[in-house]
């Protein structure tokens, strides 16, 4: 295994910033996400980020194209993207997992998002294990491993002082191999993982769910939910986005922007109609799109079992206790 300790963590990202865009997790008072690295910077490597690395590939905002009228005729113009080769350190493997679930949505299914796409395939990928879960994590649950991230370039692991690498695709041997004169070889083991103390029983969910949809449950678990939508802004699979523009005179562009299916706006159609007009019927849909569309669409659950939602709900709605609900659930 290749390692470094982690006092020469600095020069390692400073090294490899002058051939990539760097970003790393980094703690700023109560927030921490991923962020560009830049000499100086502390990369927190105790949990996981409150905000999901989702933003990189699929920013909360994002100009699409621009036009302008002439005459009749309309030219439009997609912006041009200068996307760099960039390097994601430090990704745990509920967020490994996330982007697998935007790439399903974003490049399969007879349709490839170019944004998305294209930052996607500059993207190298260096995660990194996790040994002691927070309160609120349940990726175990989930069919995770903390310790193998699916999909990564480069698993990293904790070793106490180091830092150890193995790289899991040829784009990650050849970027171990770039800075190989800065890594030790030793035949370290990571360390293991500590228990977790949530757990959730997803076996015969989906199939449950699908007899659900007019269930009395989705009218008791919606009672406490404020609409807030922090759910799915910190989530790291919600993907739902609006588009908007901007128009002077003759021209304008589109944007598109992050929306939030607990929102009554983001159903409202022109004309007025709803088919999601309360609480009751965006919270079913939620964890219905959670727990069975999304598995029935693409084989596979919308959640990570990150636990960011359980974390930062005002009202503490937990996604476990409802899957419970559900098991228990009469139907």
């Known amino acids: 295994?290749?390692?470094?300790?982690?006092?020469?963590?600095?020069?390692?990202?400073?090294?490899?910033?002058?051939?990539?865009?760097?970003?790393?997790?980094?703690?700023?008072?109560?927030?921490?996400?991923?962020?560009?690295?830049?000499?100086?910077?502390?990369?927190?490597?105790?949990?996981?980020?409150v905000l999901p690395p989702k933003d990189i590939f699929f920013p909360q905002t994002e100009k699409m194209y621009k036009f302008k009228v002439k005459g009749s005729s309309v030219d439009i113009e997609e912006f041009a993207e200068d996307v760099q080769k960039q390097v994601i350190f430090g990704i745990r493997s509920c967020?490994?997992?996330?982007?697998?679930?935007?790439d399903k949505v974003f490049l399969t299914k007879g349709y490839e998002d170019q944004f998305y796409k294209t930052k996607r395939e500059k993207t190298l990928l260096v995660a990194l294990s996790c040994t002691k879960p927070q309160d609120t994590c349940f990726c175990e649950s989930m069919g995770l491993n903390p310790q193998e991230a699916p999909g990564a370039?480069?698993?990293?692991?904790?070793?106490?002082?180091?830092?150890?690498?193995?790289?899991?695709?040829?784009?990650?041997?050849?970027?171990?191999?770039?800075?190989?004169?800065?890594?030790?070889?030793?035949?370290?083991?990571?360390?293991?993982?500590?228990?977790?103390?949530?757990?959730?029983?997803?076996?015969?969910?989906?199939?449950?769910?699908?007899?659900?949809?007019?269930?009395?449950?989705?009218?008791e678990v919606s009672q406490k939910c404020l609409g807030c939508g922090?759910?799915?802004?910190?989530?790291?699979?919600?993907?739902c986005f609006d588009i908007s523009g901007t128009v002077k005179g003759d021209q304008g562009y589109k944007f598109r922007c992050w929306d939030c299916c607990m929102f009554s706006e983001y159903t409202r159609m022109a004309g007025g109609h709803n088919p999601r007009p309360?609480?009751?019927?965006?919270?079913?849909?939620?964890?219905?799109?959670?727990?069975?569309?999304?598995?029935?669409?693409?084989?596979?659950l919308l959640c990570t079992g990150c636990g960011r939602c359980i974390a930062k709900c005002p009202v503490g709605m937990d996604i476990t206790a409802i899957i419970e609900k559900i098991k228990e659930a009469e139907v």
């Open 95 to 102: 967020d490994m997992q996330s982007i697998d679930c935007l």
């Open 278 to 300: 309360s609480k009751k019927e965006r919270v079913r849909n939620r964890f219905l799109h959670k727990l069975y569309y999304f598995k029935d669409r693409y084989g596979q």
């Open 1 to 49: 295994m290749k390692t470094i300790v982690k006092s020469r963590l600095a020069e390692l990202l400073q090294t490899m910033a002058q051939d990539f865009r760097v970003l790393v997790p980094v703690k700023s008072e109560a927030i921490s996400q991923f962020v560009p690295w830049q000499e100086g910077l502390t990369v927190n490597l105790e949990g996981n980020t």
């Open 153 to 219: 370039d480069v698993q990293g692991y904790d070793l106490g002082d180091a830092l150890g690498f193995v790289a899991k695709t040829p784009e990650g041997e050849e970027l171990l191999a770039k800075y190989g004169s800065l890594f030790t070889e030793v035949n370290a083991v990571p360390q293991k993982v500590e228990g977790f103390n949530l757990k959730a029983d997803v076996a015969g969910i989906p199939e449950k769910l699908a007899k659900m949809f007019d269930h009395p449950i989705w009218g």
């Open 230 to 239: 922090a759910c799915a802004y910190l989530c790291p699979t919600c993907h």
